[in-house]
């Protein structure tokens, strides 16, 4: 199938298959993420989000 070809069919398909197909192309890009990453990110957020609960952190909006 070309990639014009697919891209249609994927375009076709709905809003949350074409979601969970993008996931897994990106993750195809990424490759094996490094042991204990997804841990390390874990504590970072709730290390994060105590520091914002302590008043040691001021949140801001995300869009600008």
Known sequence: MSPKRLEEAAL???PRQRARLAARLIESLDGKP??????????????RYRSY????????????
């Open 12 to 14: 076709r398909l709905t």
């Open 34 to 47: 490094e042991p204990g990453c997804e841990e390390a990110w874990i504590e970072e957020a709730e290390r």
């Open 53 to 64: 609960k302590q008043g040691k952190m001021k949140a801001r909006p995300a869009a600008r």
